[in-house]
């Protein structure tokens, strides 16, 4: 029971991992690809809207389209949950509205994101994302 206590203790305040995640989503956004490449684990796992299972490269890449420019996002039902102090989960729903190719788009759908230290640096270790709607 102890150790459970000193773990709990341990755990980051949801301060840290909302400035964590933000940073994280603001790379996405901003299609900074050095912060990103930074952020992600070489190992991620990624599940995208389809249900496929993805790696690092995939998830960058869908976010560097030369033509596409994205717009701010506002999170809805966040959660931060901590698994300790080197890791945590965050989720939440959004609608990614921007350009594509010059055209609108708006893509609605939740997200999670694991976040792990590794080598004292935060990384984004498994994303998974559901498409709401159709």
Same mark, same amino acid.
């Given at each position: /029971? /102890?150790? !459970?206590? @000193?773990?709990?203790?341990?755990?980051?305040?949801?301060? =840290?991992?909302?400035?964590?995640?933000? @940073?994280?989503?603001? @790379?996405?956004?901003?299609?900074?690809?050095?912060? /990103? =490449? @930074?952020?992600?684990?070489?190992?991620? !796992?990624?599940?995208?809207? $389809?249900?496929?299972?993805?790696?690092?490269? =995939?998830?960058? &890449?869908?976010?560097?389209?030369?033509?596409?420019?994205?717009?701010?996002?506002?999170?809805?039902?966040?959660?931060?949950?901590?698994?300790?102090? &080197?890791?945590?989960?965050?989720? $939440?729903?959004?609608?990614?509205?921007?350009? $594509?190719?010059?055209?609108?788009? $708006?893509?609605?759908?939740?997200?999670? &994101?694991?976040?792990?230290?590794?080598?004292?640096?935060?990384?984004?270790?498994?994303?998974?994302?559901?498409?709401?709607?159709?």
């Amino acid at each position: /029971m /102890m150790m !459970v206590a @000193a773990l709990a203790a341990a755990a980051l305040t949801p301060a =840290e991992m909302t400035k964590i995640a933000d @940073a994280f989503d603001q @790379a996405q956004l901003t299609q900074d690809r050095a912060k /990103m =490449e @930074a952020m992600i684990d070489d190992r991620l !796992v990624y599940i995208d809207g $389809s249900g496929k299972r993805q790696g690092k490269r =995939e998830f960058i &890449d869908g976010w560097m389209g030369a033509d596409d420019r994205y717009n701010p996002i506002t999170l809805v039902d966040r959660t931060m949950t901590p698994l300790g102090r &080197d890791s945590f989960v965050t989720s $939440s729903a959004t609608t990614l509205t921007g350009t $594509s190719v010059g055209k609108p788009f $708006s893509s609605h759908f939740r997200f999670s &994101d694991t976040f792990r230290r590794v080598g004292g640096k935060w990384k984004a270790v498994h994303i998974q994302v559901t498409r709401v709607g159709s």
